[in-house]
């Protein structure tokens, strides 16, 4: 039990996913302090709490309104338009970055960042729908989060009988290109159980073969692979959608059920490989792998 004079330390992720189970591991490691409670997370808000002033703006809930946008082609997209009744063209910037802080604070910091899978601000002169009080996005928020998981819970693909195709091109530059891509995959009809696309960029020297790695480097670069493969697996939500080589940068790309593992994976590979290899990563949100429709052309 925490009295009142209990002072609350929230850790957040700064705004960037792959840094939440990190966060939330400091948390659970942290001890008990008296006086003190540590949080993973900005918690939600009771609407009538959550009053932002920025930049000589007001955002709460009687100026902000919101309605969902039904996509097609993603059915599973939760795609939300936001209405600000100041927004103008000379003020889209400072109206949008105080709406996504509003945001942030009512839904809360986890929800907000994982939920949500499009996010734009407009004013009322763009509306095209009905408007919905901002105090009912929560609610819809959480209804269908709740049908997408009943949706896709427990779906997975093996990918060992999977067939690969090769991409090869020579780009203007000179450089050439080389790509090798599970096109099974691609064509699955159940992308959007695997969400969270997991991104390793390896920096390699290209510069003495129009831009593709040295027989040592490769080997390298595919030992790496191979360490990711073995610690992200089929069966626990984790697929690998293969690699692209070009322009001293290797690419490795997997679509995920929950972006918590590869995040802690390839933070872990990247210290590894610290000394070798310039490595970034990247995890985020794309339900129908758009991102990869080049190699659908």
Avoid at 77 to 89: M, P
Avoid at 111 to 135: H, Q, S, V, Y
Avoid at 268 to 279: E, G, N, S, T, V
Wanted: negative net charge; aromatic residues 12%; hydrophobic residues 35%.
């Amino acid at each position: 039990m925490y009295n009142d004079n209990t002072v609350e330390l929230i850790l957040t992720s700064d705004g960037n996913t792959k840094n939440i189970p990190f966060v939330e591991e400091l948390v659970n490691a942290a001890p008990n302090i008296d006086g003190w409670r540590i949080t993973a997370h900005k918690p939600a808000m009771n609407i009538e709490n959550v009053n932002i002033s920025m930049n000589g703006y007001e955002f709460n809930a009687k100026n902000l309104s919101f309605y969902a946008n039904d996509l097609k082609d993603y059915p599973d997209e939760i795609d939300i338009t936001v209405v600000h009744n100041d927004l103008t063209e000379e003020n889209k910037k400072q109206i949008t970055t105080g709406t996504y802080i509003f945001l942030e604070n009512y839904l809360g910091e986890l929800a907000f960042l994982t939920n949500i899978d499009t996010l734009k601000t407009i004013g009322r002169n763009e509306c095209k729908k009905d408007l919905i009080p901002i105090e009912k996005l929560k609610d819809f928020i959480v209804w269908r989060q709740k049908e997408f998981i009943e949706k896709y819970n427990g779906i997975r693909h093996s990918t060992a009988n999977d067939e690969h195709s090769t991409f090869e091109a020579d780009l203007k530059d000179g450089n050439k290109l080389f790509a090798v891509i599970n096109t099974d995959l691609l064509n699955w009809d159940s992308k959007a159980s695997h969400p969270w696309i997991a991104e390793m960029t390896i920096k390699y020297d290209g510069s003495k073969g129009n831009g593709m790695p040295t027989d040592k480097d490769y080997k390298l670069l595919n030992k790496i692979e191979d360490e990711l493969m073995k610690e992200l697996t089929d069966i626990d939500g984790n697929l690998n959608l293969g690699r692209q080589t070009a322009c001293g940068e290797r690419e490795i790309y997997f679509a995920c059920t929950d972006f918590r593992k590869p995040s802690k994976i390839f933070f872990k590979i990247q210290q590894r490989y610290l000394d070798l290899f310039a490595i970034d990563y990247d995890i985020y949100k794309d339900k129908y792998w758009q991102s990869f429709e080049r190699f659908n052309n």
